[in-house]
């Protein structure tokens, strides 16, 4: 029997590779007015340093998914995380912005193996329900506590040693990453009997970068603007182009059957919404306290801190409460309170004082977190052991669209209101809303203690 020690090097492996890889989505934003400054970038270099990552990351999960599934999800991690901690030294070392924008798109691609596979070596490394939960939830947590550290890691870095460490970081991060998975994380089973269905492949990555595109596009250009609609009706056609070839193909990338599957199906819609609340708040919070009340970076970062310590409290707990009550319980009663401390923000009023944010803020990052467990159980045990990478990937690219989703819209309802409180205001609203409908979607779809959501049933007709 491995000591605790060793039993848990798995998830300190796969749980630092993901922490890099959303560190990245947000630790940027602070620090390219400098990087612009300093590298001379014109808007919309500025634009593909800070959106490339997204897009790119966005758009080969999936991929990412199917490369696990087939070449063995140990050996795709590791050299998604050699990839992305290269990049990030060529990111540091960029003498310009073009040089930079490829860098960063390099990253990105890095960061789309990384994250399909973590899931799927957690499932992999920890059979038991009951570890598998606590593992999970320790998982979700780096993404809450990533995101909303950013900026505070981002300003204390660019305000003292300079944008460069901002990459710099991510080299001691990956090297540990590297050698703690290369030693406790055994190796996965190959199936190369599959083949990879480019067409499909394709059309995915088309699907999730125009549509990622168009959202961050409409949060700068409003969402009635030609270029927005036309990205949006690309990316529809692309992902009508993608079912259809699922339909046909004799190896598909996402079975039918899977997406059939209630489990399968509401857990990755409700990894969506539950994005859309969290990061629209994160986004609009950080707006709220640099312009309108004058925080520095890292002063907001030291803001939103409320928010990131809850999601390693709630996820530790969660973790450990599932056992006993079962996943549905904890993933409707986590939207429920997220959902209660958006509307506390929506209804606090014009301009209300920082410390009346405070609850709000720590209910959304608990309830969040809380919640994120349950449904990352649901997805990945509704899966197949041989398609655990795909669900992977098709969780995280729903949670990606959903994340993207509410920064474009925090951003809309920002530049539209007829004043910036509204428009905050409106934003936390709509995002309880996002989570309300979670916790309904929840009770239908998170199966009941006992009720293990098994693998999702299919069959060579499920194309």
């Known amino acids: 029997m491995p000591s605790e020690r060793r039993s848990w090097a798995p998830l300190l492996a796969v749980c630092a590779g993901y922490f890099m890889v959303i560190l990245d989505v947000t630790v940027i934003n602070v620090a390219v007015p400098v990087i612009g400054r300093e590298l001379s970038a014109s808007l919309t270099g500025i634009q593909w340093i800070t959106d490339g990552y997204t897009l790119v990351l966005a758009g080969f999960l999936l991929t990412g998914g199917a490369l696990g599934d087939r070449l063995g999800n140990r050996r795709v991690f590791c050299s998604g995380v050699a990839v992305f901690t290269v990049s990030s030294a060529a990111c540091a070392l960029a003498p310009s912005v073009p040089f930079l924008v490829v860098a960063r798109l390099v990253e990105g691609l890095g960061a789309a193996l990384i994250v399909p596979g973590s899931l799927a070596l957690l499932q992999q490394a920890y059979p038991e329900k009951a570890v598998r939960s606590r593992a999970f939830g320790l998982w979700g947590s780096m993404a809450g506590i990533a995101a909303s550290a950013g900026p505070l890691l981002g300003g204390l870095l660019v305000s003292t040693v300079g944008w ?36 499909a492949q394709c059309a995915v990555v088309a699907a999730v970068a125009l549509l990622t595109g168009a959202l961050n596009e409409a949060g700068r250009r409003g969402w009635s603007d030609p270029a927005v609609l036309a990205g949006l009706g690309l990316a529809v056609l692309a992902a009508a182009a993608f079912a259809l070839r699922e339909r046909l ?71 450990r409460l599932t056992r006993r009550t079962g996943d549905r319980p904890l993933v409707v009663s986590g939207m429920l309170l997220a959902a209660l401390g958006l509307a506390g923000w929506a209804a606090a009023g014009a301009g209300p004082a920082y410390a009346l944010l405070v609850l709000p803020m720590m209910a ?3 309830g969040t977190s809380f919640a994120l467990t349950g449904s990352t159980a649901t997805v990945m045990g509704a899966a197949p052991q041989a398609y655990s990478g795909a669900a992977s990937a098709l969780f995280n690219t729903t949670r990606q669209v959903g994340s993207a989703t509410g920064v474009a819209l925090g951003g809309s309802l920002l530049a539209s209101a007829t004043d910036y409180s509204t428009g905050i205001r409106t934003s936390m609203f709509i995002g309880a809303l996002a989570y309300l409908a979670a916790a309904v979607l929840a009770w239908r779809c998170v199966p009941a203690k006992g009720a293990a959501p098994g693998p999702a049933p299919f069959s060579s007709d499920d194309r």
């Open 364 to 366: 959304a990052g608990f």
């Open 164 to 199: 460069r460490w901002v990459f710099l970081i991510n080299l001691p991060v990956g090297a540990a990453c590297l050698a703690l998975t290369l030693r406790h994380v055994g190796r996965s089973p190959r199936r190369a009997d599959r083949p990879l269905d480019w067409p």
């Open 249 to 319: 193909a004799r190896s598909p990338v996402l079975p039918l059957g899977l997406l059939r599957s209630r489990a399968m199906s509401g857990g990755a819609v409700i990894g969506l919404l539950f994005n859309f609340g969290f990061y629209g708040m994160v986004f609009t919070a950080s707006l709220e306290f640099q312009h309108q009340r004058g925080f520095s970076a890292l002063g907001t970062g030291l803001a939103l801190f409320p928010a990131v310590a809850m999601t390693m409290f709630a996820s530790v707990l969660s973790g």
